[in-house]
């Protein structure tokens, strides 16, 4: 320890001072001593890191007191445990934060910088696959903003979600080199890194204290080293930290065998421990069970469970674990850290096994974020054993003692302890994460209400009988930071000129535009606007893919990672009626609404069906594109790599919301927030938080389409036979039909042929079942296009009752019912 004497050492950290000059000295500080560069010489990269770091210096000296506070007051914190943050770029938003948009426009101005250049410079940290990942990004922000201390436990993926590019029309992935340039929002340290064991068996022995207790024998190890990145409040002061794990080898090589001369040999370990955090697994709710993913997971609540403790409880006390944090497990990902808390305190800090298990429950609640079977994840116990020996015994015995509880409270029902069971039998015995976490949690929570109602009856039964109380749903939400005042700066300010200022951190309060759907001046305003956010968009697409786009169609986007149950072949199917339509002379093309339909969408790369609807996407928009017939009325657009800067501009410019899963299957979806709070109008079923936005908005400014959840499992029991509806609907045949002429294959029946028999002889999510109800619906919204300004009113009413989608809304709901934190005073 040391004893300073200065009376600048003595004093607390300061920020810089608020004004362009104050500004201008930060950033040329930053260029010329840390870039080692004259303002001259200097980059559009060099100005770029500059101007990052300079933000950096606005919020050091309140991250500094945030967290010398925390500790000090011993608060209680949120521990938000996520393999995905998907952050989207991190400049906008800091500048926002500390109220100096204007300060360092101008101050760059002065150094001759358009700051518009040096934002089009940052790479998006993409270290998540989609709505998971956003959620928690999302979540973390409305933290900082309300004041609450949470700290974001994650992985610091070297490369994140693949960059995607077109090849023929065909998904390409490429790597994700988002580090390569610099990565100015992170701080390394290296002096916290923190070992994490692997492997090996597990011995009994006779302790000191004459008590026998198992250990951990481990066959190899990796260090895991922290990066911090701070999480600034909304213009309050606050700043949060999210720590982000990087793995590294404990031994950087092997002396003996580099001597030898066998230098790739010797760096073979470094290679190997490196690996663990490497890259981001790029399947979103399709868990591939590999090896590496369950490293990953484990590594990264290893870190994080030692890392709190370490920092947070000074004393050593860990009984006092339940007063200082809650552990939210994002989905099953992070689960292995029930037993990973469990083996710390059996087996190194020493407490008896029933005081460590209610010391454990207390810490841990989880959030299930799918209905989809294959998205549970389950270990094999083969691998797990292996890999991890000594959770695996802890896992057993929790299960052990869980289903004799269940035998007690239900005499002679065997299946229900089976059907119960954390370890499944078949078709081989693994680890269903999902009820581990059900079973160590204090609470479980869904993600909207049907969600949360469906995993009740459904997917988590037997423990909803058993433990009703702690079932809950939280209905999603969104950061209106990023999803509309940095998104769309016009709409902003539009609402703060008609409302005043608060509105942001108190997104209730946009019910107060209500009366202003009704003011012909505001809704001309209002439409001003999202025709300025189209020219954006369309300037940018044109900018980025070489699109010329017609600025008088309406816009129809669906933008959601490529999944069967999400049915971008049910949208796809309606436009290649409508064109169809046209083409067979059915319909004048002087009859038809002119749309641009938009796609983004990134699918698995191994995910067959995915990959190959995205190549009828892309041969769908050729063709029809190419075709003079429909030239004025018919554009598809399908911008590669969709990720969250795109969102950003897309989304403010949409006149049409796709939300069109399979009842029952969407969770919640949170992109249909973003949509509704941007005044699109939605074209939805009946799943996930859409019915919260039907129900808010009100039935007459949604297009509801589609058969209900309870509706499809009745059909399913009943038999679904896709054919029927095939041959049923001549529209739909004569669009099937194009489809597999080769119409959009140069004449090659063979390339979509996998496709249409796909939706003909099996179509697990019934897009043939909805496509008369969806076309249905497309009519009604050509319809209600024609009458521009009960559309615009629509719009307008749309914002004005989504304030409830706020994700400060669902933290202040998983605050009161979940997590039982205080905001630090
Ligand atoms: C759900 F199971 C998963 C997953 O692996 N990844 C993912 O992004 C999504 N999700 C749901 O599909 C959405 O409905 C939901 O809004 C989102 O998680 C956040 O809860």
Redesign the pocket.
């Known amino acids: 320890s040391f004893q300073p004497t200065h009376p600048l050492a003595l004093a607390p950290v300061t920020s810089p001072p608020h004004s362009v000059d104050g500004f201008v000295r930060e950033f040329l500080r930053e260029l010329n001593t840390d870039s080692g560069v004259t303002l001259s010489r200097s980059t559009v990269n060099d100005q770029y890191l500059s101007l990052a770091r300079a933000v950096r210096h606005y919020l050091s000296a309140r991250w500094l007191e945030n967290t010398r506070k925390v500790r000090e007051t011993k608060a209680k914190m949120v521990g938000y445990l996520s393999a995905e943050f998907l952050l989207g770029r991190q400049l906008g938003n800091a500048l926002l934060a500390t109220d100096l948009e204007e300060i360092a426009e101008k101050a760059l101005a002065e150094c001759g910088i358009d700051i518009a250049t040096l934002r089009a410079q940052e790479v998006e940290p993409g270290l998540g696959?989609?709505?998971?990942?956003?959620?928690a990004a999302c979540f973390i922000d409305s933290l900082a903003t309300m004041g609450v201390p949470c700290i974001g436990y994650g992985i610091r993926y070297e490369y994140g979600i693949f960059r995607q590019t077109f090849v023929d029309g065909r998904q390409v992935e490429q790597p994700d080199t988002w580090l390569t340039l610099g990565s100015p929002w992170e701080f390394p340290h290296p002096e916290h890194a923190v070992q994490v064991d692997f492997g090996g068996h597990t011995e009994t022995y006779v302790d000191t204290d004459g008590v026998e207790r198992t250990r951990w024998v481990p066959g190899w190890n990796v260090l895991g080293m922290p990066f911090n990145y701070m999480v600034p409040g909304y213009q309050n002061g606050q700043v949060n930290t999210l720590r982000l794990w990087s793995a590294q080898a404990t031994n950087a090589f092997d002396l003996p065998t580099f001597n030898s001369g066998d230098y790739a040999e010797a760096v073979r370990a470094q290679t190997f421990a490196e690996n663990i955090t490497k890259v981001l697994y790029p399947e979103?709710?399709t868990?591939q069970g590999k090896e590496l993913r369950l490293q990953q997971q484990y590594f990264f609540v290893a870190c994080s469970i030692r890392d709190f403790i370490d920092r947070f409880i000074l004393d050593g006390d860990v009984t006092t674990l339940p007063e200082r944090v809650i552990f939210q497990l994002n989905?099953t990902h992070p689960v292995i850290a029930v037993p990973e808390l469990m083996r710390v305190l059996v087996d190194i800090e020493k407490l008896e096994w029933d005081a460590a298990w209610e010391i454990t429950k207390k810490c841990f609640a989880y959030?299930c974020?799918?209905l989809?079977p294959e998205?549970l994840e389950v270990w094999p116990t083969e691998l797990l054993g292996r890999l991890l020996p000594r959770h695996l015994e802890i896992i057993y015995r929790i299960n052990d003692e869980f289903l004799a509880e269940v035998r007690a409270a239900f005499p002679d029902d065997e299946m229900r302890a089976r059907r119960m069971s954390i370890i499944a039998e078949y078709p081989e015995r693994a680890v269903r994460m999902a009820y581990l976490a059900t079973v160590a949690g204090a609470k479980v929570n869904g993600?909207?209400e049907l969600?949360s109602q469906l995993l009740r009856d459904k997917v988590l039964h037997d423990f909803s009988e058993y433990w009703p109380e702690k079932f809950t749903n939280v209905t999603?939400g969104v950061t209106p930071r990023r999803f509309m005042r940095l998104a769309n700066p016009g709409l902003s300010q539009l609402i703060t000129e008609t409302l005043g200022t608060g509105w942001l951190t108190d997104l209730e309060r946009l019910a107060e535009l209500e009366p202003y759907a009704e003011d012909a001046e505001f809704r001309a305003a209002f439409v001003r606007i999202k025709e300025a956010n189209k020219t954006r968009l369309y300037r940018l697409l044109r900018a980025r893919d070489q699109v010329a786009l017609p600025d008088d169609h309406l816009l129809d986007v669906m933008v959601k990672?490529l999944h069967e149950y999400k049915r971008q072949s049910l949208k796809l199917l309606h436009i290649v009626s409508s064109y169809e339509q046209i083409i067979s002379g059915k319909v004048d093309p002087s009859q038809v609404t002119p749309r641009t339909f938009v796609f983004g969408a990134k699918a698995a790369p191994g995910y067959r069906i995915a990959k190959e609807t995205i190549h009828l996407i892309n041969s769908v928009a050729a063709v029809i594109n190419a075709d003079p017939l429909v030239k004025d009325v018919l554009k598809v657009v399908f911008p590669a790599n969709y990720n969250v800067t795109l969102a950003e501009t897309l989304i403010p410019a949409a006149d049409l919301s796709e939300q069109i899963s399979l009842a029952g299957k969407?969770?919640?979806?949170?992109g249909n927030m973003k949509f509704a709070l941007n005044g699109a109008l939605t074209i939805g079923t009946d799943d996930?938080?859409n019915v919260e936005i039907r129900q808010l908005v009100g039935d007459e400014h949604f297009f509801l389409f589609g058969l209900t959840e309870p509706e499809v499992a009745e059909v399913q029991t009943a038999g679904y036979r896709s054919h029927e509806y095939y041959e049923g609907d001549p529209q739909l045949k004569a669009t099937l039909d194009l489809i597999a002429s080769g119409h959009f294959s140069g004449g090659d029946r063979t390339v979509f042929e996998p496709l249409v028999s796909n939706l003909l002889y099996d179509d697990r999510f019934m897009a043939l079942a909805d496509f008369r109800s969806y076309v249905e619906a497309q009519a009604r919204v050509d319809a209600y296009y024609a009458d521009q300004d009960a559309w615009a009113r629509s719009a307008v009413l749309n914002v004005a009752r989504s304030g409830f989608f706020s994700s400060d809304r669902s933290m202040r709901e998983y605050i009161a019912r979940i997590w039982h934190t205080q905001p630090l005073r």
């Open positions: 696959n989609g709505g998971l990942g956003r959620l979103d709710s868990p989905d959030t974020h799918t989809l998205a993600v909207a969600h999603n990672r969407e969770a919640s979806g949170t996930g938080a």
